[in-house]
């Protein structure tokens, strides 16, 4: 199974759009990360996001690019709540997933479920690639970035 860990894109000011769509710029950054992704071969059947305007249109994004059908608001995605609620939810997919959300949400699962080591900070947009190799136990493939 593989894991998609996506950054949302850069959102505007709060100063000027209090929910914090998407700027033009994260608009066209979460299109070219669909299109990157879709490039390398990546498919999947569902995105979940956090709910959020900015990680809400990421996800919708990249949904287009990757002609992914369902896509959804899920639990426990903002950007402090604890891991382990997806860490353990993880352990019942077989599937390939991606999850959207937000720092520093996802380099704390990145750092739960590989090394311990919280080095990778994400850029808005990025999206970092994960293979469970068994029960529990998960590498980091790649990471990307448009």
């Known amino acids: 199974m593989k894991l998609y860990l996506?950054?949302?894109?850069e959102p505007n000011s709060p100063d000027i759009d209090p929910e914090k769509?998407?700027?033009k710029r994260g608009n066209l950054d979460a299109e070219a990360l669909g299109?990157?992704?879709?490039e390398r071969g990546v498919s999947i059947s569902k995105i979940h996001h956090s709910g959020i305007m900015r990680a809400k249109e990421?996800?919708?994004h990249l949904s287009r690019e990757l002609s992914v059908s369902e896509v959804s608001k899920e639990l426990k995605l903002t950007p402090n709540d604890s891991v382990k609620h997806w860490a353990d939810?993880?352990?019942t997919y077989?599937?390939?997933?991606?999850?959207v959300g937000h720092m520093p949400y996802m380099s704390i699962m990145i750092e739960h479920l590989t090394t311990g080591d919280r080095t990778h900070i994400?850029?808005?947009?990025?999206?970092?690639c994960l293979e469970r190799a068994k029960k529990g136990y998960w590498k980091l493939l790649w990471t990307l970035a448009p």
Do not use: I, N, Q, Y
């Not at 996506?6 to 894109?9: E, K, Q, S």
């Not at 299109?35 to 879709?38: F, G, P, Q, R």
């Open 122 to 128: 994400f850029d808005t947009p990025e999206v970092a």
């Open 58 to 60: 990421t996800a919708e």
């Open 35 to 38: 299109k990157c992704l879709k």
């Open 94 to 99: 077989d599937d390939d997933l991606m999850l």
């Open 89 to 91: 939810l993880l352990e």
């Open 21 to 23: 769509h998407l700027s």
């Open 6 to 9: 996506v950054r949302h894109g």
